[in-house]
């Protein structure tokens, strides 16, 4: 797990391989990760938007970006925590993910641009 506080936002995210979705004979490799979001600031934020820029190590480089995380853009009080889950494909074994959030302090409308750490995605093969 990888973790990055950000403004008084904390940022962490756990990644798995999925060998049971994923095919390397024909260079698909799926991962899913976890984002855990805490507000330890002490203003009320909302999530916006994300940016992510995904490296797939064999092939290319990609970059995702969009309102909220997958369908929301939850409300984060003081101490409040969110989780969710998504996924990536690969065309390797190996990959990686960075980016950030956009975030709105809803006590005066400022935007804030929070950090998501960089992460790794490997297969559990490629290890050895």
């Not at 507000?39 to 909220?68: M, P």
Request: charged share 20%; aromatic share 10%; glycine share 8%.
């Amino acid at each position: 797990m990888v973790k990055l506080i950000t403004k008084g936002i904390s940022v962490s995210v756990e990644t798995k391989y999925q060998p049971e979705y994923s095919s390397p004979v024909q260079f698909h490799y799926v991962f899913t990760y976890k984002v855990t979001i805490e507000n330890k600031s002490e203003h009320t934020v909302q999530l916006l938007r994300r940016q992510w820029y995904i490296h797939d190590a064999g092939t290319t480089k990609k970059e995702v970006e969009g309102e909220g995380v997958v369908g929301q853009q939850p409300i984060l009080e003081p101490g409040d925590v969110h989780s969710y889950v998504s996924g990536c494909n690969l065309k390797s074994a190996y990959g990686k993910m960075l980016g950030h959030f956009a975030m709105e302090r809803l006590v005066d409308g400022k935007q804030i641009e929070v950090t998501i750490p960089e992460f790794v995605m490997v297969a559990p093969f490629r290890l050895n």
